[in-house]
């Protein structure tokens, strides 16, 4: 076993510079879910001012990325033809540092915004911590909104029982999967219905170790998500409980797999800097983890020729502890608020039940982008995409049946977050045993949450 692991370390150390362009993607860099970056600076605020004719109502929405983000325009001409009275002007803070531009306008004395978008969870703390945001709840309870079509996603952003936004875009975590690579082991494909044991059995099947011939049967990135968020599927836990003994049977799962190679190396990969992206183009990669982001970059980069070794592809639900409900899985969201200060608070929910209900979901669904609301119809419109896998599996698995954010609401987040990531970074280079690993952040996040979350 210790053979195979340094020939793993050979491989990926080898592999590392072609795999180094083979990167990219379309989620912000494909970095983390809520570091979506690129377009401009924060410094640069882009108005695009519309005309209004006499009686029409002009609502301004905080927005990043305008140029690169393909729904904006759609949502706002048909919410435009519905209500002819109400126009919708895009004010553009840049993604670089989108939040902290956005609390600065807000928490000033000239803020005039009527929508604006909510990047990311620690950024929604705060705004709601600094008490910018108007609480959505008796609007929503005034035109009977269903919270329950966001399975589960707005319990977790409810802060002391007030809701302050809305989600109206949502990337969740699926197994992606080379078919090519099963049909060369002779393996069935996985299914939307596969236990843990299930999914480590099928990776240990797909590995081969000859020379020159390897191949992987699971990859996973650096991200501590990658495997910490493994134990969160069964509602029990959250990745702020300030106890981690739950995360054990993963980490025992996932280092044993390294260690027999059935998966790369961590500390190569993190050496290499190799992107997740490149690993799975190889084409010798059976089954990895990631988020629907994901999706995009494969559609695009099989379709221009780039990636050939993985052009036979497809995706399952992700896996599942027993006990648990397939389906249930992690996710990131971005979101809809109205400040407390906005100057058309009513004409400003209209807009907000238009994105983030059906009808908005359906227009972010055609731009091949993946909406919070997931119906059969929705899930229809991103699988008939050209380039989406032709198979039932892959549609089957957009369809979840629990969400849980990656980071819930916690004015700790950030401090937790630097606690989990270095544990998580000591046990899989091995600096730490799993139970010494277990035990930092045991003592360290509850130190942290001392003062109450």
């Given amino acids: ?262 998966c790369q190396d961590y500390a190569t990969l993190k050496t290499s800097n190799l992107h997740y992206s490149g690993a799975f183009s190889q084409g010798n990669v059976g089954m990895m983890n990631m988020g629907t982001w994901f999706i995009a970059t494969m559609i695009d980069k099989i379709k221009s020729g780039e990636y050939t070794d993985c052009a036979n592809w497809g995706i399952v639900k992700y896996p599942h502890a027993d006990g648990v409900e397939p389906g249930s899985t992690l996710a990131t969201i971005t979101a809809l608020s109205i400040p407390a200060s906005a100057p058309h608070k009513e004409d400003a929910w209209k807009f907000v039940k238009f994105v983030c209900g059906e009808e908005g979901a359906e227009i972010i669904a055609a731009t091949g982008n993946i909406p919070a609301l997931m119906s059969d119809g929705i899930a229809d419109t991103i699988s008939s995409k050209d380039g989406f896998p032709a198979d039932d599996g892959s549609k089957e698995a957009l369809q979840t049946a629990n969400l849980y954010l990656e980071m819930p609401v916690s004015a700790k987040s950030s401090e937790i977050e630097i606690v989990l990531n270095e544990a998580h970074d000591n046990i899989m280079t091995g600096n730490t045993s799993i139970d010494e690993g277990i035990a930092d952040m045991n003592e360290k996040v509850g130190a942290i949450l001392g003062g109450g979350q």
């Fill in 1 to 262: 076993m210790k053979k195979r692991r340094l020939l793993s370390l050979m491989t990926a150390a080898a592999m590392a510079g072609s795999l180094a362009a083979c990167g990219g993607g379309n989620q912000g860099g494909e970095t983390t879910p809520a570091a979506a970056g690129g377009g401009e600076t924060a410094a640069t605020t882009a108005t695009e001012t519309v005309e209004a004719k006499e009686g029409q109502t002009v609502m301004r929405w905080s927005i990043w990325d305008k140029d690169l983000t393909a729904y904006y325009q759609p949502l706002i001409d048909e919410f435009e033809k519905q209500n002819p009275d109400l126009k919708i002007e895009m004010v553009d803070l840049g993604s670089s540092d989108y939040q902290t531009v956005l609390g600065t306008q807000l928490t000033g004395s000239g803020s005039d915004f009527d929508i604006v978008t909510i990047k990311d969870v620690p950024g929604y703390t705060t705004l709601v911590n600094k008490g910018v945001l108007e609480p959505l709840d008796e609007y929503i309870a005034k035109d009977n909104v269903d919270l329950a079509a966001f399975k589960g996603l707005t319990d977790q952003i409810t802060v002391e029982d007030k809701l302050y936004e809305l989600p109206f875009r949502s990337d969740f975590w699926v197994v992606y999967y080379n078919k090519d690579v099963f049909d060369a082991a002779g393996v069935d494909y996985p299914t939307n219905d596969m236990t843990f044991d299930q999914y480590d059995e099928l990776a240990r099947k797909l590995t081969v170790d000859v020379p020159g011939q390897e191949v992987y049967g699971a990859h996973y990135h650096t991200w501590r998500s990658a495997v910490q968020l493994f134990g969160i599927l069964d509602g029990k836990n959250t990745i702020l409980d300030g106890t981690y003994d739950f995360l054990k049977p993963y980490y025992e799962m996932v280092l044993a797999e390294q260690e027999d190679g059935i």
